[in-house]
């Protein structure tokens, strides 16, 4: 079993969990960001320059923080809250994640989102260290977030026992899976961003 070097191309695997994950990552999921801002713009809320700004459409956005179905890394270039139907797709990820770890007898992961939405202000902050902040980006909607590809969080066994550790490149091909389904089933817009290291979703 092989990794191509550029990281774009996931193995298929014949073995008793029946993990394939997807021929190739950046061909099952180039949706560019011309078509997902175009869905962000029609269903997500206005952008806001600063995150005093945002404080006043908090009514229209659903806080999301970690729970039983995803992790959160710190956010420093943006806010915990989405649009509903945005929060229910985050969630529905998470959980499905851990449903298709059951199913393959897998231990618990959880997945770790990396990025929310963003201010005008945050985005301005973010360019200074990454080139691929746009001020074009979906981000500002509501609509989109960023889900580690790299990490994922171990849910320990709350009894105290030793849990067996699952490889990153395992749990990004079963995350992979679930995308892809999503996907099918309309729901989602996916880009796979290899130097950030994150999947970029925009709800539909």
């Known amino acids: 079993m092989a990794f191509s070097s550029c990281g774009d191309k996931s193995m298929k695997m014949n073995n008793p969990r029946n993990i394939k994950g997807v021929v190739s990552y950046k061909r099952s999921f180039g949706d560019l960001n011309a078509v997902q801002l175009k869905t962000a713009k029609a269903i997500g809320i206005t952008p806001v320059a600063s995150r005093e700004e945002a404080e006043h459409l908090k009514k229209k956005l659903v806080k999301i923080e970690p729970c039983e179905y995803y992790d959160m890394d710190s956010l420093t270039h943006s806010i915990p809250y989405l ?30 989102v990396t990025s929310v939405t963003r201010t005008k202000e945050d985005v301005k902050r973010l360019r200074r260290t990454n080139v691929n902040a746009s001020m074009n980006s979906c981000h500002f909607y509501g609509t989109t977030f960023d889900i580690s590809w790299k990490r994922f969080t171990k849910v320990e066994d709350p009894d105290g026992r030793p849990m067996q550790d699952v490889r990153a490149d395992t749990l990004k091909l079963v995350l992979s899976e679930v995308l892809r389904d999503l996907k099918k089933e309309e729901r989602c817009y996916v880009k796979y961003e290899l130097k950030q290291g994150c999947f970029h979703i925009t709800a539909r």
């Open 83 to 112: 649009v509903p139907t945005a929060s229910a797709l985050l969630e529905s990820i998470g959980e499905n994640f851990l449903d298709s770890l059951e199913s393959k007898g897998l231990n618990p992961n959880k997945i770790i």
